[in-house]
């Protein structure tokens, strides 16, 4: 079947209305259609990601919460009367997310979408300036107006690629679950990017579990969802803003000094150059790893808020260039079957 955006639409506007209602006992007042050129100026404090694939498109949605509309939510849902969110409380945006997400998710599969969803990734920050490029055709959203403000859905998707690497067709395969192995191909994968496309050697610090002590900001980066039989998942890459430069200067031969619409999008095509590489390797192993579209994030001082979704589900790696630090992020879910 052709497969529009549009056709996203109705399905995610009736889920995310029954959601606040159900579950926040909050009513929308109004919703307006959203492009690249008319998203809300106001900077987000939290957001969730889920990325999307089906046999015919592959993309992103996201659900972006400016801080008084999260407290207002927070406080109709758990009764309270906060009037700072206090730690931990932004799991509930991925409830939230993921509530929206699987219901309109059952009416559209209704429909013929046949949609997976990867694992929800949580961000939390001093400013998310933009989930997505403003400037990607495939961008529309819808804002819900409550009554401390906005809270908007976006979604950027694309048609599948027919050229996407399968898995060799070997009836004697064992099936294949995530493992630390596939950890190692990633890291290869960024690797391989940065000696051929910046000619950088990289140093490869700790895996650590982000959380507590051991927490890091970025303010842009670049998320891609991940799915598979046996497991959903994310990947995620992610610079301060002083380093992503350096690299896009050494990449374009320009001297940029600040962030802005013409280097930005350069963080997507990192981490899509980067997982494509790891995916034609995994899939040749056995796996059979679909990728959505990579989603451009930029703010200032951003956290990924991941440790607490899964007792494993995410692990950061530090990695050291001579243009400064990186981090990639993995996060997984097994499907049990």
């Known amino acids: 079947m052709k497969t529009k955006i549009e056709d996203f639409l109705s399905p995610f506007v009736t889920a995310t209305e029954t959601t606040l209602l159900d579950l926040c006992k909050t009513r929308v007042q109004s919703t307006r259609i959203l492009t690249g050129d008319s998203l809300p100026t106001e900077p987000a404090r939290f957001a969730a990601l889920i990325g999307i694939t089906s046999p015919t498109i592959q993309g992103s949605m996201s659900v972006n919460f400016p801080e008084p509309v999260f407290l207002e939510l927070m406080n109709r849902m758990l009764g309270e009367t906060m009037t700072q969110i206090a730690p931990g409380l932004e799991d509930g945006a991925a409830e939230i997310t993921n509530i929206i997400f699987g219901n309109a998710k059952t009416k559209l599969n209704e429909l013929g979408f046949n949609i997976q969803m990867a694992l929800p990734t949580l961000l939390r920050g001093k400013r998310i300036e933009s989930i997505g490029s403003r400037s990607s055709p495939n961008l529309l959203g819808v804002q819900f107006t409550l009554d401390s403000g906005p809270l908007w859905i976006l979604f950027e998707l694309g048609a599948r690629s027919a050229t996407e690497v399968k898995p060799p067709e070997n009836t004697s395969m064992k099936e294949k679950n995530w493992s630390p192995e596939m950890l190692l191909e990633f890291v290869k994968a960024v690797r391989k990017t940065m000696e051929v496309q910046f000619g950088s050697k990289i140093e490869v610090g700790q895996p650590f579990r982000n959380q507590g002590e051991s927490r890091f900001v970025f303010d842009v980066g670049s998320i891609i969802g991940v799915t598979d039989e046996h497991f959903s998942g994310f990947f995620g890459m992610y610079y301060q803003s002083e380093t992503f430069l350096k690299l896009m200067n050494r990449l374009l031969d320009t001297e940029f000094t600040e962030l802005n619409e013409e280097n930005q999008d350069g963080a997507s095509e990192i981490t899509n150059i980067c997982f494509g590489v790891a995916k ?37 790696v ?16 097994e499907i049990k079957g």
């Open 280 to 316: 034609q390797v995994l899939n040749q192993q056995g796996h059979q790893i679909q990728m959505a579209l990579p989603c451009l994030i930029r703010g200032s001082e951003i956290e990924s808020a991941n440790s607490g979704l899964d007792e494993k589900s995410a692990i950061t």
């Open 318 to 333: 530090p990695l050291n260039t001579e243009h400064g630090k990186l981090w990639i992020e993995f996060g997984y879910k």
